[in-house]
Each structure stands twice: as C-alpha cells, then as structure tokens.
C-alpha cells in the first residue's frame, strides 16, 4: 500500500522535474515527455519504490481526466476561420498518414505477430500510433522556434494536423475495440451501434458546449469560470458513456470543447446576436496549467505501470522505424498531388511524433474490457506504445532540428526565424 505521503512527493516531484526539463530543454534538447517517463520507469519496474497493482487502480479515473482534458483541448483550440485556411492539406496529411500506418503497420504486426495479435488487434495498436500528438508536436515546434529555425505557414499546417488525427485515431480506436466486443454481431448491426453512439456523443458535447457557452456570457465571465466548465463537462462525459456507451465520453469532450469556442459563429448563423460568449484568454491561461499537470503526471503513471520487456522494446523500434518512413514517403507523393510550399514538405516529412494520446489509447483496452474477456493481454498494447512514443520524440526533439536546418540549407531556405510567426 502506498502512504499518502509518498504519492504528494510522487506528484511534487512530478512537477518541479517536468519544470526543470523544459527550462533546460535548450541545453539538453531532450523534452519534458522522456525525462517524465523514465521517472516513472525508474520508480515502478526498475527500483519497485511504488506498487505497480496500486497505480492500476487508478487507471479509469487517470484515463477519463487525460481523454476529457486532451478532447476538450483539441475541440477548444480549433478554430473555424484557421481551419478553413489549412484545413485541405492538414486533414488531407493527418488522413493519408493515418491510412497508410494503420494499413501498413496493421499488415505487418498481422503476418509477423500473428500469434499474439487477431487482425482487429493489430489494427487496433496501428491506429493508437497513427497520429501526431498535439501536445508533442505544439511542444516541438515552440522548441525549434527557441532554435531560430523558421516555421512560417508550416507552424498552423502541422498543428492543424495534430489536432484533427488525434480524435480521429481516438475515435478509430475505439471504433475497433467496439467491433472485437461487439463480435456476436453481424458488421452491419456492430457499424449501426457505433454510428448511433457517436452521433449521440456528438449531440450531448456539441449542445452542451454551445449552451454552456451562451450561460457563461449571461453570467459576464464570472471568477472560476474554467474549473465550473471541466465541473460541467465531465458529467456530460460520463452521461454519454451511458448513453451510448464506453467512447462516447471522448466524443462529447471533443464537441464540447468545438462548440464553445465557436459559439459565436452559431449563434450568428442562427440570427441570434451573442458578442464574444467566452473570454478565450481566461479560460484558455488555466486551461494550460491544468493540462501540464494532468499530461506530466501521465507521463510519470505510464511508466509506472508499464512491463519492461525487451522484445516488445525491439519491436517498438522496428514499428517507429516504419512510422518514420512510411510519413517520409506519404508526404512526398502528396506533394506531387497538391501544392506544398518546399519549407512544408521538408518540416512535414520529419515532424511525426506520438505522445500523450497514443498513451492514453494504449491504456484503453484494459479499461474497455475489465475482465480481459476479448484482450487476454491488454499490457503488450502500452509495451510497444511506450518506446513508440519515446523514440519519436526524441527523434523529433533532437535530430529533427539539425534535420530540418540541413535541408533547408540545402534547398536555400532561411532558417532564421522570423519575429512574429
């Protein structure tokens, strides 16, 4: 049993090296995600200090505050008007990517792997790793500004990107443990279910934003106004996991998040006139300091409860490598397609790191199916993720810059950054 005292210096510890490995982080080029990680890997499966069963425990309530906080961010932070500028080529990149992994690397695991992982299984690991992290991406670019490397209309494409794969591998994920649960029933029913669930989840986030929204510009943006926002949308989180089922709650915090920050546009095109429903700025101060608690605290519970097996480290690798390619090939058969400026090939082809949502997807299955009625081995989905996940930030983090200033040298594009991007 662990003492309450241990977990308060777990988490005061959690936070000051998560502060410190971003104030070094131009020294070191290592980002806060690996040093957190092996925190956790330190104090869990290398040195025993915490009981692996007791952090276990936690893995339902760890998992809905990562989806409700990591869905609502990405709702929260799209923007209609941007995503209108970009939106082509970042949905058309975040697509073809995710295609192409899930295929790819589905097919692989599938033949190579076939006693430990069924064809929904290999899909199902394929699709947790088929996205870019939104946190891990913003977090890479803002470096490589610190690095006077020149981001110009790249910064918005790659974001945009992140932010529309990370619910589509979430929603795909789920999509597909639903179809190994659902296995009694025929594709059809199994497709229907789903479809109704999702529309269902949509609703409830989708009205519940927009309304909560229209209270909050009645109530003038009142002191509190974001923690009374999370208080208002995990319920409905939940009650869309009750209504429509396990993955409706990430659905509901995604719209949830869509409809408050853009309200105002609804509104209008409802001939109802509601100027600025939500200080953005208020909200959106807090909102980061809630997510850098929630997401440095995951990294470290992750590598707690993670099993440290050296085969599933080897394969890791091996699937990290063929992210890396199968993204370098993808990017240049689509620049052949549609028009790319050079600087967002060279920064597209080398920016694809998984971060904070493929570890929260790995953590699905087991929380999905308790019993491990359909996933006998839920563990070797967080085995792989884990290196997955530390070998593409770090590739990201520490050759990626030199990468991309090597390349941009050699086309003849300024890497300085430029004051204002």
């Known amino acids: 049993m662990v003492e309450a005292e ?5 988490l005061s510890s959690t936070l000051i090296l998560a502060y410190i490995s971003d104030l070094f982080y131009n020294r070191t080029k290592i980002p806060d ?3 957190l990680l092996f925190f956790g890997i330190m104090l869990g499966p ?5 009981e692996k069963s007791y952090f276990l425990s936690f893995s339902d309530l760890m998992s809905i505050l990562a989806l409700g906080i990591i869905l609502f961010d990405a709702g929260y932070n799209i923007d209609y008007k941007s995503l209108i500028k970009v939106m082509g080529k970042s949905l058309l990149l975040a697509v073809a990517s995710f295609v192409s992994i899930l295929v790819i690397v589905g097919s692989v695991l599938r033949i190579f792997m076939y006693s430990q992982f069924t ?11 088929s996205g870019t992290s939104t946190i891990a991406v913003i977090s890479i670019l803002n470096n490589m500004k610190k690095l006077d490397i020149n981001l110009s209309n790249s910064y918005t494409l790659l974001v945009m990107e992140s932010v529309v794969s990370d ?14 649960m659902l296995a009694n029933m025929s594709v059809t029913e199994s497709f229907l279910n789903i479809f109704n669930a999702f529309i269902t989840s949509a609703i409830i986030g989708l009205l ?9 510009n009645k109530l003038n943006n009142k002191k509190y106004s974001y923690i009374t926002t999370l208080a208002v949308m995990f319920p409905l989180y939940l009650l869309a996991e009750q209504l429509s089922g396990s993955g409706g709650g990430p659905i509901t915090a995604l719209l949830f998040g869509l409809g408050m920050n853009n309200c105002n546009n609804v509104w209008n095109r409802l001939g109802i006139k509601e100027p600025n429903c939500v200080d953005l700025n208020q909200i959106r101060v807090f909102h980061e300091e809630i997510t850098h608690f929630i997401k440095s605290f995951f990294f470290v519970y992750v590598g707690l409860i993670v099993n440290i097996n050296l085969d599933m480290i080897i394969i890791g690798i091996i699937v990290s490598g063929f992210i890396l390619v199968i993204r370098y090939v993808i990017v240049d058969g689509l620049s052949k397609i549609v028009k790319f400026e050079l600087e967002e090939i060279i920064l597209s082809r080398i920016i694809f790191s998984q971060g904070l949502p493929a570890l929260v997807m790995s953590q699905l299955p087991r929380i999905f199916d308790k019993n491990q009625t359909f996933f006998k081995n839920p563990e070797i989905f ?20 030199m990468l991309v200033k090597n390349q941009f040298k050699q086309n003849g594009i300024s890497s300085e950054n430029k004051e204002g991007l």
């Open 382 to 401: 967080v085995s792989i993720c884990v290196p997955v996940v530390l070998i593409t930030v770090m590739y990201n983090a520490i050759l990626g810059p």
């Open 6 to 10: 241990g977990i308060v210096i777990l």
């Open 119 to 129: 064809l929904i299984d290999s899909l199902l690991l394929s699709s947790m790793i």
């Open 33 to 35: 995600i690996i040093w």
């Open 208 to 216: 519940g934003g927009l309304l909560w929204a229209f209270i909050l």
């Open 46 to 50: 290398v040195l025993n200090v915490f």
């Open 167 to 180: 619910p589509i591998c979430i929603v795909a994920a789920i999509t597909l443990i639903k179809i190994k």
